[in-house]
T-cell receptor, first 113, second 114 residues
Framework: EAGVAQSPRYKIIEKRQSVAFWCNPI?????LYWYQQILGQGPKLLIQ????????DSQLPKDRFSAERLKGVDSTLKIQPAKLEDSAVYLC???????????FGDGTRLSIL | AQTVTQSQPEMSVQEAETVTLSCTYD???????LFWYKQPPSRQMILVIR??????QNATENRFSVNFQKAAKSFSLKISDSQLGDTAMYFC???????????FGAGTRLTVKP
C-alpha cells in the first residue's frame, strides 16, 4: 500500500510569514495526526483528526497554527505568522483507528530565518 | 500524566553484535500500547515493534525483541546481529488504549560501527 505522503519536503521562510503543509494519509485510515519534532526531541502531537472532525488539539498553538481535514482524507497544517521557535520537522501520521500503529510520512523540515 | 523516558541519548555497537536500548514510562492506566520507532536520517518514522500491555509474552520481530516488564514500567529494545542499516534514532512511544495522545521519549541515537 502507498504510504503517508507529505509535501513539501523542505521549506524556508522568514519570521512572520505564513506557510502550509499538506498530508495525504494511507487509504482507509480514519485517524490523522500532525506532530512537531524539534531538533533533538521526540515528536509532539499537535492535532488529531478522526475522519473530518478534530479529536484533540490541546497542544496546538491556536493563535498561529490551524489545521483542517475537510473531506476526511487529506489535511493541511498552516502557520501564520511563523516564529523562530517554529523551526522543526512537521510529521504527519495516520492509523486505521486511535490506538492502532501509526504510519508516518517523511515530514517537512521547516526553517525560519 | 503519561511520560516516556529514554536515559541513553547515544549508543554505539559493533556490526553483528547485540545492543539493548532502555525505555521506562509512567502511567496509571492498565490498558495501553508500547512501540519502538526507528527514524533514520531520511526522517521517516518506521515502526519497529509493538507490545500490547495485556500480553505477557514479549514481542519479537526478526532481529528485534523487547523485554516488557509491566510492574517495573520498563520496555527495552534488543537488537541482535546489528547491521549498518540499523543506524538511526530510536524512539520509545506509549499510547493509552483508545486515547489520542501518543507520547514519545527523547530518543536514543544508535550508531552501528563496521
Amino acid at each position: 500500500e502507498a504510504g503517508v505522503a507529505q509535501s513539501p519536503r523542505y521549506k524556508i521562510i522568514e519570521k512572520r510569514q505564513s506557510v502550509a503543509f499538506w498530508c495525504n494519509p494511507i487509504s482507509g485510515h480514519a485517524t490523522l495526526y500532525w506532530y512537531q519534532q524539534i531538533l533533538g526531541q521526540g515528536p509532539k502531537l499537535l492535532i488529531q483528526f478522526q475522519n473530518n472532525g478534530v479529536v484533540d488539539d490541546s497542544q496546538l498553538p491556536k493563535d498561529r497554527f490551524s489545521a483542517e481535514r475537510l473531506k476526511g482524507v487529506d489535511s493541511t497544517l498552516k502557520i501564520q505568522p511563523a516564529k523562530l521557535e517554529d523551526s522543526a520537522v512537521y510529521l504527519c501520521a495516520s492509523s486505521r483507528n486511535p490506538g492502532q500503529p501509526q504510519h508516518f510520512g517523511d515530514g517537512t523540515r521547516l526553517s525560519i530565518l | 500524566a503519561q511520560t516516556v523516558t529514554q536515559s541513553q541519548p547515544e549508543m554505539s555497537v559493533q556490526e553483528a553484535e547485540t545492543v539493548t536500548l532502555s525505555c521506562t514510562y509512567d502511567t496509571s492506566e492498565n490498558n495501553y500500547y508500547l512501540f519502538w520507532y526507528k527514524q533514520p536520517p531520511s526522517r521517516q518514522m518506521i515502526l519497529v515493534i509493538r507490545q500490547e500491555a495485556y500480553k505477557q509474552q514479549n514481542a519479537t520481530e526478526n532481529r528485534f525483541s523487547v523485554n516488557f516488564q509491566k510492574a517495573a514500567k520498563s520496555f527495552s529494545l534488543k537488537i541482535s546481529d546489528s547491521q549498518l542499516g540499523d543506524t538511526a534514532m530510536y524512539f520509545c512511544a506509549f499510547i493509552v488504549y483508545n486515547n489520542n495522545d501518543m507520547r514519545f521519549g527523547a530518543g536514543t541515537r544508535l550508531t552501528v560501527k563496521p
